[in-house]
């Protein structure tokens, strides 16, 4: 079985280097295609290099990682050299398997791997056309387990997975950057050691509650006691957070829906 990979940017890279070092795809196996090809000479010796056509020609999986804009070009030249059995892999919310299949009627899936991919934990929003037959989804879901957790979604949640998923690394890191920003300016605790013990306290919060089966509701009893200290906190979070957790998914959303517009409009051009 071939993968092959065109576009060797943020995703692009990560997923040949992932699957050639966690799912040990051999260079034979692995192709990859760049628009400025030098940038790939970094993985001359896990891949093979080639150019889009010859890629597509070649691989019996198809992962194109490149920006919308540039998605309709790429589809346009590798649409009739495509393996007709071929699995091809796009990984934009924003565009429809609709718009893709005017450009190329094939088996075709659409992958969203979060920042946390890095280190092995990506939660990966996977959605497929209705070609994608049984066998071929285990193939996909074995792949990109070699770089986290694999969660199926139907193609209109896609764009709210990615909030939870793709998003909220973003969200997370803000949120808690405001948090150590607050204590800051009422202690004397360097910068650098709230952040650390922030981080750690975050990280191990989430391990326990899914190592241990708890809510939040959980968590939140276990520590702030009636009347105590830490309810003063959580109290203040319930009342004041819910209005800015809303705002900012209505704002997303909203440029979700504005961008899928402006995709399609491109595509159409
Ligand atoms: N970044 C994320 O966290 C993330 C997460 C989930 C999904 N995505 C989606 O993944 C896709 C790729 O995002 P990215 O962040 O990896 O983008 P990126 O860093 O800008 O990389 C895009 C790559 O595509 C290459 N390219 C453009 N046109 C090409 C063509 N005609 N033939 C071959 N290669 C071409 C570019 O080549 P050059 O070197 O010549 O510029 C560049 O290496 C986007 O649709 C994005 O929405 C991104």
């Not at 628009?35 to 940038?39: A, F, H, I």
């Not at 006691?225 to 200290?229: A, D, Q, S, V």
């Given at each position: 079985m071939k993968i092959g990979i065109i576009g060797y940017g943020s995703m692009g890279r990560m997923l040949l280097w992932k699957f050639s070092?966690?799912?040990?795809?051999a260079q034979d196996d692995l192709l990859a295609a760049n628009?400025?090809?030098?940038?790939l000479s970094e993985a001359k010796d896990i891949a093979t290099i080639c150019d889009n056509t010859t890629l597509a020609a070649a691989s019996d999986i198809v992962f194109v990682c490149v920006r919308p804009s540039d998605m309709k070009t790429v589809l346009s030249e590798i649409s009739s050299a495509l393996k007709e059995d071929a699995l091809l892999v796009t990984?934009?919310?924003?565009?429809t398997f609709d718009m893709i299949a005017r450009l190329v009627n094939c088996k075709t899936a659409k992958v969203i791997p979060s920042l946390t991919a890095e280190i092995d934990r990506s939660q990966t929003i996977v959605c497929y056309n209705g070609l994608v037959g049984a066998d071929d989804k285990t193939i996909l879901r074995g792949l990109l387990s070699s770089i986290g957790k694999v969660i199926e979604l139907p193609e209109n949640e896609v764009g709210m997975g990615s909030e939870l998923v793709s998003c909220m690394p973003g969200f997370i890191a803000s949120i808690f950057d405001v948090i150590c920003t607050s204590a800051g300016s009422h202690t004397s605790i360097p910068r650098e050691q709230i952040v650390s013990m922030v981080l750690n306290t975050m990280s191990a919060t989430g391990d326990l509650m899914l190592h241990k089966d708890l809510s939040f509701n959980e968590v939140v009893t276990r520590v702030a006691?009636?009347?105590?200290?830490t309810e003063e906190g959580t109290k203040v979070i319930y009342d004041m957070f819910p209005s800015a957790a809303d705002e900012m998914f209505n704002k997303t959303l909203e440029k979700r829906r504005l961008t899928a517009e402006k995709a399609a409009a491109a595509f159409e051009s």
């Open positions: 070092e966690n799912a040990g795809i628009r400025t090809s030098e940038k990984l934009n919310g924003s565009i006691t009636k009347g105590g200290i």
